[in-house]
């Protein structure tokens, strides 16, 4: 109590008080600025590790030396010479409450107030076409994107991305409105004009703020895909210098080299990326042939190669391509670009996917994070990075910082949206990656995977009614996209409804031969030999006619296929199978849960009741519930599983959780925050 006294007298303990709430304001402070001027990244840290070194000497210095009216003295010894309380404490209790006050002003005005956009953000928003000819609208988008990617080499400018800056196109909102939406301090506005050969450029930076233009020039050229290009850099170049950036690549402090010298190659190549931007089967397939004309126009166009790799990826992302199909024509094709021109940041964003689609997830995350470093304000490497960390490494929790600053590069996209809805799922949070997936469909009402998220994730909560509406919206919109339909095959499963259910798995079967949904749909209803024919015919490799060739893209046909095999009486066959998928899921440096409950379903098909139990028990503390519908509930390896004892006290624990989920669900849709069913 001496000791305590002793502290209160020499106002170590105010100090310390005064200390800590004006470190914690120097931190907001800090943090504000950095977003205003764009201070380098350890500033902040500095900042704090000053702070924490000089409590304790700020504290030593209180306990000796006392603040009086006739300046700084040394304490004294008499403890009834300066009683606690006296001028000095009463002056240290003011300035307490002052700071405080302060402290609480800067934390209401950072939670209510408008976020200030960095200095150094910009929005490039789609060139007007003033051609007589409305066709050549892709000719001036596609210099407008072509600007953007050029800025956005810059690691010290944020760039918002074309599917947010481009979605305003058309809808007439003044810019400070967009620039609020996009959260940016400047845009770029433009228009070109294409007549004859020759071809007219201008562009505009506007201070959104202010609606005031601080920097316009207009080009007129001959019609060349090198002056195209030289335009195109020297806009890039007057922007990043007016906002005091630096561009990395193509700009002033590299050597600027057009990328292709053809006009017809470039024209094709900025019609791909139309038609790459609608992301529907058709337009998917279109923009695949036109970088193959611009290709043929210039076989040493890189930008060319990287835009047929990624097509046929998207082809396959999106469920219109089988894997094989996709690689075989994508990987030669991101080797080439990057042989070409090894700058392309995309390109090694690319590579990560090929590599995630080919099991080789430490190498992919090499890649992606190269892509980034080249290319800080590529969302698509963002996105695809956390994608990997939630399906590849089982790390849901990791992904979500990164598919946010994915979100702050590209705001209105919903399939980022969509993405970050899936790594709060996979954390458990269902309701809050429910409320994402409706965002998404809020900023695009015909983004169709959306609909196939919202649904699933009612069905994974157990709103049937909910999940039918929305998974019937998105068929209805989307009849012949495998993404949208293929939930209706999990539904139709849920409510034991065999014909509709198997209907669907042999529609999805002639849509993406060999799909999981539906082989996994195929023998949950004992339809095994249907279930083997599909997987020998579409997966060579699992058949056991050799060692069994289980990758990642096969891990959940071989484990359906199994049971297949071991219904029919091909017991041995089925048994190398379950061997070779655990050993795949013992890799290094992967999580199990990116394979959710299916470590649990192979020991009880292997007959270990107690470790299935053990990894199902483990797997649902660590926050697994999107997956407990299909791979617990309906899962037809886990029948051994459904009359423990154990199991029902887990299952209790899954199904009081989302109970609750859904009840907040339904406080959402009370308060407006996810739009119910529809009248």
Known sequence: ????????????????????????????????????????????????????????????????????????????????????????????????????????????????????????S????????????????????????????????????????????????????????????????????????????????????????TDSHLWSKTYERELTAANVFEIQTQIASSIANRLNAVLTTGGESGVRHAPTRSLPALESLLLGKQHMALRSRRSLTRAAEYFGEALEEDPDYAAAWLGLADANLLLNYYGHAGLDEALQIAAPAVEKALELDDRLGAAYASLGLIRILRGNIEGAASALSRAITMDPNDAKAYHWYGDMLIYGFGDPDAA?????????????????VVTLGEAYSNTGNLAEGLRLYRKALEIDPEYLAGFRMLGMAYLSLGDYEQAEFWLDEGVRRGPEEFGVVFGKAFLYRALQDEENAVTIARRLQAMVPGNNVSLVTLVSFGRDQEAIEIGERDWPGLSCKDEPQVLRSNVFQAVNLSLAYERTGQGDCSRMLLDAILALMEERGISPRAFGFLEAEIHARQGDIPRALATLRSSVESGLRAQWMSQVEQSPHMEALRDQPGFYAIRDIVHEDLARQLAAVRDMEKQGEITPLAD
Request: hydrophobic share 50%; charged share 20%.
């Open 1 to 120: 109590m001496k000791l305590w006294s002793e502290l209160r007298r020499r106002n170590v303990l105010r100090m310390a008080a005064l200390y800590l709430v004006t470190s914690w304001l120097i931190l907001q402070i800090t943090e504000v600025l950095s977003g205003l001027i764009g201070v380098p990244d350890w500033v902040g840290p500095l900042v704090l590790a000053m702070l924490v070194i000089g409590l304790p000497i700020v504290l030593v210095i209180s306990w000796f030396f006392e603040i009086t009216e006739s300046g700084i003295s040394r304490d004294p010894a008499d403890v009834k010479a300066a009683p606690a309380g006296g001028p000095t404490g009463r002056q240290l209790d003011f300035i307490i409450i002052s700071i405080l006050a302060a402290a609480i002003l800067v934390f209401a005005w950072l939670a209510w107030w408008p976020e200030t956009p960095a200095e150094k």
């Open 122 to 209: 910009i929005a490039v928003m789609a060139f007007d076409n003033m051609s007589d000819d409305p066709a050549q609208e892709y000719f001036s988008n596609g210099v407008s994107e072509e600007i953007l990617g050029m800025l956005a080499q810059s690691p010290g400018l944020r760039v918002v991305s074309r599917s947010s800056s481009f979605s305003f196109k058309g809808k007439h909102l003044d810019l400070p409105t967009i620039a609020r939406q996009l959260k940016v301090a400047h845009i770029l506005e433009g228009s070109v004009r294409k007549a004859g050969n020759q071809v007219r450029i201008s562009a505009q930076l506007i201070e959104a703020r």
């Open 400 to 416: 979500i910082p990164m598919l946010q600053q994915a979100r702050v590069l590209d705001p209105l996209s919903p399939v980022i």
